[in-house]
């Protein structure tokens, strides 16, 4: 106890009774105080833990916190419980204050705490005895409990409804509730998603009908996105996550479908010349193959092609080995040219992949518009959606503008700088970086020359403030007096008849106020009366 | 005789006391405790009420109850010190010679009823409050020593203040306590009637001898104060100090000064009385809250503001009372 009493005063076991009673009971009374302040620090620190909990719970089934659930609720209870009761028990009451609160408490007018107080000090024994006697006489509580209540506040009363929060979290699945419902009802998401999933529902047809196998994978995936818009279990921002998401992945497939059919590496589509362009002779070449095959053609009539190295590169097919087949065939051995034409088929084919996951990325590209997309710029294929809007609808084949906003041949036209079309690969993202760096047609003056536009410096400009004293001037008066006069002399008139003024200066006084009404100085009347 | 047999046969006298000053008071019952506080304090009491309240009956009534000699002056401005402490007359012997002889004035008495002291000057106010503080006279060069105990009771009419000279400040430090005759109620009024226009007044008998008087002021002085409640006294003091960071708003705003240490001292020792009232040995948190009106109100000076707006020193002791913790932080 803290009130220790020195021994050999006050308070030795030969103490008389009643201060042993008030020993005791003090002693009774701190251990209460310290039970009801344990019982109330720790009801804190479990709804502190509950709720602690609670949102621990929340974290790991969302799956933002990767920690096993039950450890981490018993350790965020127990560390609450403890927290608390340690807290209450480095903040042990001090006994005088437990005397002073319970005087206060049971309106013992003092007599406990006095009598503690004389007891601690060594006091007077006399004193002290007759101070205790006269407290025990008083009204001493005979169950120390209800001196120090524990009070059920707030705390106690939040503590079982943050538990059963705490059950409905850990058993629930939460993250499948907050999935499935539909968080917004917006919408422009939900038309968008209709419009993709039919978009999705025409491009699996079509990919069916061509045994396209990447556009029918896109579509199916493009056709589960919009459903879920549909549905309404997308917000507008998740929509548009999941919308370039989906839009980087079919730019990949697509890239990769260009890869097959040309074997070769393409870069961005932008310096993508002949993406959804087949070579103009592709068809007319697969067909004399097959009329060579068929025996319905001869040789010479593929001179034209075995000639146009251009066009057989775009074909993507090497001019010696065409030549080497054909000699085959003459030879006859047939499976060179039918090996040719397999790679022309499956090279048609793939281009025909790419065609159609383009036309599906210009569908995200229009969702992404109508949902208010502000990163455009950022999809991985490098389109704006302001460029796109050039496109001039979807599926326009061979003619039509290229997503940045150009013709294909100014697309061809910008080939160069970063390699020729269809060529060794070299076309990249440095070109398109180059094409970025380079100005804008609408940045050109009528000559041609580049507009330079210089960066601004955003920030605020100087102000300057004046402050000017204008010291006022005389202005002539605005009422005319002519009209005041007319009435002013009447009014004199009558003045002077009914005033008793003396009749010589009657005069001097018509003078003065007619001086006045006409803005003459009155000294001018008296002057002349002096004279 | 025990000290606690004592505090049983002090309370029992007391109780005697006050039961012949009821005898003959109607109500009253904290003015009776404020002057019993005092006397057994040896402190002096300003008593303020409109005339006839019963106030001399009160002082005259407590004279008789406790054996004690009794005096009256009534205060005008033409009453001068000497009308008061006495003056030295010239009297002649058989033999024809003359010499000085001090005739002692009204103040050498136990009990002195100084009647409306407002109205003396200022002079003759200052000779009884010198003879209060020191409890002795001085005349020429020859000190002469006021009987033992001493007590003055001051009255004040608070409503004819016209020809008057207020009390200053620091005269009115000088007297303990400020108590205030309050009207009789309607019941009381009419067991005043019955009292003063019936039969004979009552009798009053003495039940406390000077030196009984002696031992029960001696053990008020013993009764315990704890550090707590001292504290507590302490907090309430400088709660009327306008410049305190603990006072309440009503103390900042209308106080101009606050007690003084003598007022302190004043609200413990009444308090110790009143503990004794109650057969305590202790002084208790409700002592001093029963104390502090009495003691704090003829010592807190309200500024401009207080007094034109018409504020109550009562309220703020009351705001003061109410305000202060009781239980240190």
Known sequence: MNGAVPAGRAGDQGAPWPVLRVEKLVGELTRARLLQRVIEHCLVGLLVALVASVVAVLAIRMQWLALPLLPTVVALLGAGLLCAGATAVASRPDSLRVAIDADLALHLKQRLSTTWELLRAGGDAGLVARLAEHAVRARLPARVEHVFPVRYGICARLVPVAAALLLVVSTVDVRRIVESAPPVSDRAVIEEGARLREFARQMAEQAAREALTRSAAAAQSMQRLGARMESGALSRSQSLDRLRQLDSELDAERRAALADGREVQTGPLDVEPVESRPAPGASALRQLLQDLLDGRASSEELTPFTADEQTLAQLGIDPEALKDALDRLDAGDRDAVRRILDDLARSAQSERDAAELRRAQRQLDQARRSLGDTVGDASPSGRAPARAEGAGGEGDGDGEASADGMSPEEGIEGAPLGGPPGGSGSAGEGATERRAEAPRPSDRTASGAAVVRPEGQPGEGRVFVSEARVLPTANPATTDTTAIAARFQPQLEAVLAREDVPPHRKALIRRYFLNLSQGLPPTDARDEDQR | ?329
Request: charged letters at 25%; hydrophobic letters at 45%.
């Open chain 2, 1 to 329: 005789m025990s000290q606690e047999h004592d505090v049983e046969w002090a309370q029992e006298r007391l109780t005697a006391v006050r039961r012949q000053v009821e005898r003959r008071i109607v109500g009253h019952q904290d003015l009776i405790e404020g002057v019993l506080a005092c006397l057994l304090s040896g402190g002096h009491v300003l008593l303020e009420g409109v005339p006839g309240l019963g106030k001399t009956l009160l002082v005259k009534t407590l004279g008789d109850a406790l054996h004690l000699e009794f005096a009256r002056i009534q205060f005008t401005p033409d009453l001068m010190p000497a009308d008061i402490l006495g003056t030295q007359m010239v009297l002649q012997d058989e033999e024809g010679r003359r010499h000085f002889q001090f005739q002692p004035g009204p103040v050498f008495t136990q009990l002195l009823l100084a009647d409306e002291i407002n109205r003396a000057t200022p002079k003759t106010q200052s000779a009884l409050l010198e003879a209060m503080e020191e409890k002795r006279v001085t005349v020429g060069r020859t000190e002469h020593p006021l009987a033992q105990p001493f007590m003055v009771l001051a009255t004040q009419n608070p409503i004819e203040m016209e020809g008057t000279y207020p009390l200053p400040e620091a005269q009115l430090d000088r007297f303990m306590l400020k108590l205030e005759a309050r009207y009789p109620s309607a019941a009381e009024l009419a067991q005043i009637v019955d009292r003063a226009a019936g039969a004979a007044p009552a009798a009053v008998t003495p039940v406390l001898t000077g030196e009984e008087l002696d031992t029960v002021k001696s053990m008020v002085r013993s009764v315990v104060v704890a550090g707590h409640v001292k504290d507590y006294a302490v907090r309430l003091v400088l709660a009327t100090h306008p410049d305190n960071a603990g006072s309440p708003s009503g103390t900042r705003r209308y106080v101009r000064h606050g007690a003084s240490p003598r007022g302190l001292l004043a609200m413990i020792m009444a308090a110790k009385a009143y503990a004794m009232f109650d057969r305590r040995l202790n002084v208790s948190f409700e002592d001093l809250d029963a104390a502090a009106a009495p003691a704090l109100r003829h010592r807190i000076l309200l500024n401009f503001e207080g007094e034109a707006e018409g504020i109550g020193v009562e309220s703020l002791i009351e705001e003061i009372v109410r305000e202060t913790p009781k239980a240190p932080a």
